[in-house]
């Protein structure tokens, strides 16, 4: 629950990332089923550390897309119950604007415009262009995997659990970033756009080139038995080389993603740069931005405001609120939603 567009009165995560865990990857079915299973709960929990009740409330946020459409069904739906039953405005907001949002209400008033937004997490490698707040253009996009799906592609690949990212990114400190090189993408055409599918196969033809068929399985066969390994146990079960390999997997996404950043923020004039979404948690990515000689401020989410949660979608809903630019109960979920073009 959000007051005035910033004050996080409530912020409840509901995860549901240990059912996923064991197929390698979120399986659709089972994540509006959980959705379904958690949301009543959630609701009354952040009313209740929120010290409210639904007659406080002036108006119900919800994610309208991009997503999952059973899941997003789920939420629209209560939320249209919520409504419906109390007469409150419905607000249907845009789940890559609600990233932007979640730093947009922690900065306030430091964030100057034109701002560049850097979105990436497990469904987005975007970049925006802010003139002013609600004002976007695309200036570059993931022409393949996001940056955080590559994350999750390579760890699955190397034997560790699902979600691969934050592992990879406790683990990348412990090697040598410049043991080996990993080839950097060439954009033909919009220079500004990502790709991270080569990576993502030069890792597989690395493995490939080594035999690590027992390295990999005997990471498989812990995490069966141990579901959230240790950063020692998942030391134990990684050699050097391998270690290597994933810190020079993850300078090369770093490098990616800031050499883009530091074009489109030349290109613009930026006065800040918002780097936000899961992959935004990324503590390398964190360090590299502070020590690179990005030409504006650069603006992260707190840890848990980068990943998904319902506070940044109620701070996006704030100026449309403002705006009263309510919907209907005849708002859909859509599953492709763009933002200024992007999905
Ligand atoms: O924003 P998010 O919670 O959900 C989507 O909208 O996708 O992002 C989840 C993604 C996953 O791919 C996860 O591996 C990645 O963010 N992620 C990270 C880190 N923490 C989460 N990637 C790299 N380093 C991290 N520390
Ligand atoms: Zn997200």
Redesign the pocket.
Known sequence: MIEDGSRILSSVVSSQLDVHAKYGGVVPELASREHLRAITAVVRQAMEQAACSYSDLAAVAVTQGP?LVGSLLVGITYAKAICFARGLPLIGVN?IEG?IHAVAMEAGAQLAFPALALV?????THLFEMREPGAYRLLGKTRDD????A??KV?KLLGFSY????I???LAPHGNPNAMRFPRAKMKGNELDFSFSGLKTAVLRWTESRDMTAEIQARRDFCKHTPHPTLDEWLALTPQTTRDAIAAFQATVIDELLTRSQAAADSIDAQSLVIS???A?????RAAAQRSRLPCAVFFPTPAL???NAAMIAAAAFPKFHRRDFADMTLRANAALTLAGAK
């Open positions: 997503g789940h990233h990436v997490s497990g469904g987005h996001a940056a955080g799906e994350y999750d760890a979600p691969g990212g934050p990879l990114d406790r979404g899961g992959v948690c990324n503590a390398g990515l980068s990943t998904d």
